[in-house]
């Protein structure tokens, strides 16, 4: 064999993507061995590229083939004996019948080159050299270095090392050399090495924002490689970062066409998710940091930091450490004080999973998903635990994440959360010891010792009263419990007139327990309205909380209340979870409880917050829709008001969970009025993000809260009858639409009547019953022209135009479209001015316009995705996918329907998942996997009970 190909193989480094070609190329950036020839009478072994010999700051002039190639086997091997066999096989394709005299010959030549470097041993020979001296030994010294600075996190230093390894080569190693295959073999695993550095090299570099720099080098490395994805896929996410999508689009192309011609294959999962990303116009999010701040003051568990560093980084399998303790004894601070350490590319992610927070359920696994897949920047989310779980381990597996499972109750709450592959790290913190999850490194941790003890509670009072003999005697009274000694140095700072033995000797006097003790001083010694605060907050059910909620709860200006937060936070008595957040420890919490009565005004101003702010949001989200006003007493003047559609959307996200355990709060505690209006507020929100899963849970708890209500039974059955046609369950659809329209008959509710009409229509329209349909259309019609409802006439008219579309009446079908259109734009309605958009654009195609067509349908995917419609977003897709097929763009149209398909899959939107399964047996090339889309297709409608 000839080892050859391009002439070079240019590679990154800091002053330029060319690679050097010669040592006098090479920057000074480098180490020394590589800055100029060798000096002295050492010799230097290059291999990484043509074979060079340096001694003396001279090259050596080398003999024939054999002799380079045996010195090549034999400095590949530096420091190892190598036998006879393995040289006549490297240096030979077919070895002579005894290949030892001649091998002798070679040796006695070099002997004369490299003088007492060779050496014979018995059963062969070694050359001996430094490690330095040697640049294939120096490149796989670096790039152990850089694997190590990647397990550690340490990505800067991983990326330098890397490019340091990657500058030493020249070309090909032993370019030009004709070698056996033995040491074919050899330089087959040398490259992939190589290859796989400078993959991973490129990663980290766009990362760190290095990426620009390298698209050239880039470009010619998939053109020298061309079936290396990871090439590619680099190569887009650098032109993405590079605001060049255009330049990543074209690549992807050129990757898909060249693995169709040479494989038959599609691209890889990961080029084809950042292609998708790429059509969205998503933009690249940086790494995630969703913990809380690391205290400042931390102090100690040095042997505890050490083993769980030791435990968590440098290995090959999925990596979880589980800290358990008694409460209080500081397994959340370490937990983020070790997470803020490590570096993960991707991310670090933190979830309170509330084992133990008063008056809370610990939080479901499904739920726990939902807000780790949403905090990765997913709003597509399905609905059941085993496919939240399996999106959840598939993000992993693209992702090097450090997720805190903080406050876990059990093994089976925390094991859907794991990942499925190596390449992230799970801390686990619990009161129990999670002896049940698999695969587990744990540490229990224990109370600091008393030198630990004594070390927080000075660094904490700041001043020589911290090294007071007495302070030994209050970290003992505070059982060294880390929570307790916190709390105690705080309020002797706070307090310069106390001495160390005060502190002690009230300690000493009011003690209960430590805690009690500890949260007791800290307590008494608060303000009179400091105190209330505080108590009140016990009060709150959520995660954490915001000005605008405490002040509802305090009845405060948010301006004082503001103040007063920032308080506690600086004794200690809260936590600042991000900026303009708070959170509370889950003994503090009980503690306030145990300081409030039992009165229910604290908990209604809550709920009178959430309520007036959500009703606020669905304004905003559907402007010329039905206006409910709710009841509710607490107005202050400084309320929270909502600017516009992002505010609206941006607050309901960001509360999204505390609202939905508000309306199950309500409910349990009787007040019921809030529960049926909050989820009326929050039905449009969760309908269009699709959340689908707490709308039916807001709505079934709604129900159960207005049964006997009767105004308030109809309108909360007409939205929950919403649920089902969502989900693609007619029947029930049906049912509780017609129940609906008859109690809203029964109260004179013609408004709602008329909603309801339309909204079943729209059931029917599915079914295929479209008389039956255009009879309910055209009585809500009626009725909205009788009321002067516009919205809702604009509505109907847009549901008339699909059904005249469906019969072949394209004229009728225009006309009542662009009549609707018209009335939307009018009254603003961006939700439902982009679903006519679509419907336009469906009735276009019918009618062979497609140009026409497919300028409305993109016209309407861009104002749905502008608003965060991800149920109207997977309609749209299938539209467009649809109309691209009948247009002659198939493969546009493969693109848009999988988007379709991923999304409707998502969302557990069934009705549209089977769609695009029958759009794709239309548009894609492959006969057999347009067969597997149709038979899926089949299945799913004859499932769904439609065709």
Known sequence: MICSGPSSFPLFTAACAQFPRSSAQIPHSHPE???????????????????????????????????????????????????????????????????????????AALRKLVQDDLVTVPGGYRLRVADDEVDVAVFSRLCAAGDEALKQGDHREAAARYEEALALWRGPALDGLTVGPRLEA????????????????????IELGQGERLIAELRRLTKQFPLREQLWLQLMHALQRANRPAEALQAFEDVRVLLA????????????????????????????????????DFTGRTIEIDRLTRAVTGKAAVVISAIDGMPGVGKTTLAVHLAHRLEYPDGQLFIDLHAHTAGRAPVEPTDALDVLLRALGIEEIPVSLDERAAMWRGELSRRKLLVVLDNAVSADQVRPLLPGVPGSLVLVTSRARLVELEGTSTLTLDVLSEAE??????????????????????????????????????????????TTAHLATRLREGRLSELDAVFALSFSQLPTGHQRLFGLLGLHHGTDF???QAAALGELDPLECDGMLEDLVDVHLLESATLGRYRMHDLLRQYAQSKVDGSREPLTRLLDHFLDTANQATRLMSPAARKYEVDISYRPESRLVLRDYDHAVEWLETERQTLVAAVALSLDGDWRTHTWQLARALTFFCMVRGHTRDWATINELALEAAKDEPAALAITTKNYAMVFWQTAQYPKAIHYNEQAIEMLRELGDLQGVAGTLNNLSLVYRTLGRHAEAADLLEQAITVARQLGDRHLESQAMSNVSNIYSALGRYDEALQACTSALALMREMG?????ADTQSALGMILHAMGRHAEALEALESALAAVRAIGDVTTETVVLNYLGEVLTAAGRPTEA????????????????????????????????????AARHQREADERFAALGTG
Not at 903 to 926: G, P, S, T, W
Request: proline share 6%; with cysteine.
């Open 261 to 296: 011609d040479e494989l038959g294959t599609d691209p890889g999962s990961e080029l084809r998710e950042l292609h998708a990303r790429l059509l969205r116009g998503d933009q690249p999010r940086p790494a995630l940091n969703t913990l809380p701040r690391d205290v400042a």
């Open 894 to 929: 493969v693109t848009r329907l999988r988007e379709a398909l991923e999304l409707a899959e998502r969302i557990d939107d069934r009705r549209e998942a089977a769609n695009a399964h029958k759009h794709l047996a239309q548009a894609v090339a492959d006969p057999a996997e």
């Open 829 to 833: 309605s961006r939700r439902d001015e």
């Open 186 to 205: 050899e330089l087959t695993l040398l490259q992939e090495r190589r290859l796989t550095v400078a993959e991973q090299h490129a990663r980290l570099s």
């Open 33 to 107: 061995f590589w800055h100029h020839a060798p000096r002295g009478g050492l010799v230097r072994y290059r291999l990484l590229g043509p074979l060079q010999i340096w001694r003396g700051g001279v090259e050596l002039r080398l003999g024939g083939p054999r002799q380079r190639t045996l010195l090549a086997a034999l400095a590949l091997h530096a420091n190892e004996t190598v036998s006879f066999e393995h040289l006549s096989e490297a240096v030979w394709e077919s070895p002579p019948a005894a290949p030892e005299s001649n091998i002798r010959t070679y040796v």
């Open 453 to 498: 003890a004594l070390q927080l509670f000075a660094t904490i009072v700041g001043d020589e009263r911290g090294t007071d003999e007495a302070a030994r005697e209050v970290v003992e009274l505070c059982g060294r419990l880390p929570l307790a000694v916190r709390l105690a140095a705080g309020r002797l700072r706070s307090r310069p007139t106390w």
């Open 546 to 548: 915001d000005v605008d």
